[in-house]
């Protein structure tokens, strides 16, 4: 969503003061705060089921830039590029997962956005990509192997629907998907009508014998992450500037319930149970700022709100702001640990896992 958010950042910043600790220059711990630098921007994860590693999108950035999809290794702090591949060639023979016409992508343009890995009925695992990388398409991977020998092979995309800039997707395990329009054409009016309090966006589903359609009494403003129910009956939607999150049900789209939760980004299932929603605490001016700066760490605040999936009573359970990262799109728990990641900079950072003693 960051590069179609910079005109409104713009109008709400001027006049406004940047704080001189909001972007971080050093690698440093701060208590229980671990950082892992190096890396390319991990906006979106993924916790493998072996309880060790975690799949990360590696955010292209604001100006239309490129990135890529990686194995981490919470043990060694390994990091090992799976996609695009070494060769520059996609293998498609097996692509059968998605729409008939829809080709690997290009390569050199890939750039990943919300992610969502999901065992499908018949027992492989799934990883949905947003990819924003010359064209707007939901890019289906197969997870192989196990460990540090897991690998991604392409089985498939789809196009998103014409007027659409996507922002996250959701699998089920018949192999349906859910994804959000955040905007409809980007364009500087729906922008400024989205500030105003405007919906710009809705849920869409996919199958693959029925194609698209969308969800409706979903229109929102700014629809965000999203996760589903581990029975698949329902998605959870963040809706950011409508500052709610919708309980909507995945088959017909009637929004069982809400809950305040201003400004929220991402979402993962906690080690509690609960849905851990990563939600942005500062200024615009402060946001704007990092923004502009696509490889330094942000120090912006953020918090994650629990949120149960049954009463949708929430709770905070974790915030931060400053070094050594800020600015946080998601929280998921691994191995003993909660990791986070950004929009921006060069690393994820990581806490004890505040939820395993619920």
């Given amino acids: 969503m960051y590069k179609r958010l910079l005109p409104l950042l713009a109008l709400l910043s001027l006049g406004a003061c940047v704080d001189d600790e909001i972007h971080i220059s050093d690698c440093k711990p701060l208590g229980d705060i671990h950082p892992v630098c190096g890396m390319q921007s991990p906006e979106d ?66 750039n990943p956005h919300g992610t969502h890995l999901k065992q499908l009925a018949d027992g492989r695992w799934r990883y949905l990509v947003v990819n924003h990388g010359g064209r707007e398409a939901v890019e289906m991977f197969e997870v192989l192997g196990q460990g540090g020998a897991t690998t991604l092979a392409w089985r498939g995309c789809f196009n998103a629907a014409p007027e659409t800039f996507m922002n996250d ?45 969308v969800l409706p009494g979903t229109e929102a403003n700014l629809p965000n992450g999203l996760e589903i129910s581990h029975d698949d009956r329902y998605v959870f939607a963040n809706m950011y500037f409508t500052q709610e999150l919708w309980k909507v049900d995945a088959q017909t789209g009637e929004v069982a319930a809400t809950a305040a939760v201003p400004n929220a980004d991402n979402s993962a299932w906690g ?25 330094v760490p942000c120090g912006a605040g953020f918090e994650i709100i629990a949120v149960d999936p049954d009463t949708l009573a929430t709770e905070s359970v974790f915030s931060h702001r400053g070094a ?35």
Avoid at 64 to 73: A, C, K, M, P, Q
Avoid at 271 to 288: C, E, I, K, Q
Avoid at 336 to 342: A, I, P
Wanted: net charge negative.
């Fill in 45 to 110: 994860i993924a916790a493998l089921p072996d309880g060790r590693h975690l799949l990360l999108a590696n955010f292209g950035g604001m100006d239309d830039g490129s990135g890529s999809l990686s194995l981490f290794d919470t043990r060694t702090e390994q990091l090992t590029p799976l996609f695009p591949t070494a060769k520059g060639v996609v293998a498609s023979d097996d692509a059968n997962w998605g729409d008939a016409d829809c080709g690997p992508p290009p390569q050199e343009l890939f």
């Fill in 271 to 295: 080690s509690d149970g609960r849905l851990w929603v990563m939600t942005h605490r500062d200024s615009a001016a402060n946001m704007l700022s990092c923004f502009r700066q696509q490889e």
């Fill in 169 to 213: 997707v959701v699998g089920l395990a018949n192999g349906d998907v859910i994804y959000t329009r955040m905007f409809h054409n980007a364009g500087m009016l729906e922008k400024v009508l989205s500030f105003a309090g405007v919906d710009t966006g809705d849920l869409w589903r996919w199958n693959q014998d029925r194609g698209l359609r």
């Fill in 324 to 358: 050594p990262m800020g600015a946080a799109t998601v929280a998921v728990p691994q191995g003993g640990r909660v990791y986070m990641g950004s929009f921006v900079g060069d690393r994820l950072i990581s806490v004890p896992d505040f939820g395993s003693a619920r």
